[in-house]
């Protein structure tokens, strides 16, 4: 197994997000300790790593008929390995979140729980970008439990980013075939984008950020409805950067300015990333 293959199963362009969503579960939990959001940031690295690691050893049938250029079609590493590194990066990331208390632990199992679920049904079941999104409603708690405990902040938090990632990972289930079905269950990102707005704090930062946040999915929307070949993949990697930016608006409505404007450098090192490695 080469490097190559390793960044592309486990699709390591997008950990930008997830670092950010440790940053914004902690600060919203009100102590954003430095070393704790490192911790949970490994710990989240392993989760979503695991994941889709996962997600390829269980599409490994389908993408032998339509993504012949993942590493598993293409011979690179056995269906065997793949499930074992997958379900072992679950596992150190189950183990590390117990390191903050046996509640953050619990919210660890959850997390590994909705992963292999979505890795399991989502070429099956409509719900799947529920399932999806419960993944990173989780990320939220998680990292406020490794630092604190789950406010109200947090629980709208981690609600506001779930119907976000409903919206994305609709788009997403229909770029195999490159076109949009049905537009109107985009409609729930309206919920994330109202959401950010009442928190980016009045301040001219925070709102600074907020229209960044607008314009990417404004940005997505036009190429999912323009419908051009190659639209829909551009307008999902899109969106999976503009997760950075919502934790950078919720981040700086909590007077955390400096810590925004790292998450809007997650943002950026997204779609840098997703140059050298694919982001779907």
Request: hydrophobic share 60%.
């Amino acid at each position: 197994m080469t490097l190559q293959t390793f960044m592309k199963l486990g699709r390591v362009s997008n950990l930008p997000t997830v670092w950010t969503n440790a940053l914004a579960g902690a600060v919203l939990a009100g102590q954003p300790s430095v070393w704790a959001i490192l911790l949970v940031g490994i710990a989240l690295t392993l989760f979503y790593t695991g994941g889709m690691w996962l997600n390829d050893a269980f599409d490994a049938e389908i993408d032998a008929q339509e993504r012949k250029n993942r590493p598993i079609p293409m011979g690179e590493i056995s269906v065997k390995v793949v499930y074992m590194v997958g379900y072992g990066m679950l596992g150190a990331g189950v183990v590390l979140a117990f390191a903050f208390g046996p509640m953050a632990g619990l919210a660890g199992i959850a997390l590994a729980g909705a992963v292999i679920l979505y890795d399991w049904l989502h070429k099956r079941t409509v719900l799947s970008p529920v399932i999806m999104g419960t993944t990173r409603f989780f990320c939220y708690i998680l990292a406020a439990l490794a630092v604190a405990q789950v406010t109200g902040s947090v629980i709208l938090g981690a609600l506001g980013l779930l119907a976000y990632i409903i919206g994305l990972t609709y788009a997403a289930k229909q770029e195999a075939y490159d076109r949009l079905d049905r537009a109107w269950p985009l409609a729930v990102l309206a919920i994330p984008l109202l959401y950010a707005f009442t928190q980016a704090g009045g301040g001219a930062f925070g709102l600074l950020i907020w229209v960044g946040l607008l314009v990417v999915v404004l940005i997505a929307l036009r190429l999912l409805f323009r419908r051009n070949k190659g639209d829909v993949p551009r307008a999902v990697v899109t969106m999976i950067a503009g997760i950075c930016l919502y934790d950078a608006v919720l981040i700086a409505g909590m007077g955390q300015a400096g810590l925004a404007i790292l998450a809007v450098a997650g943002f950026a090192l997204t779609l840098v990333l997703q140059r050298v490695v694919s982001g779907t």
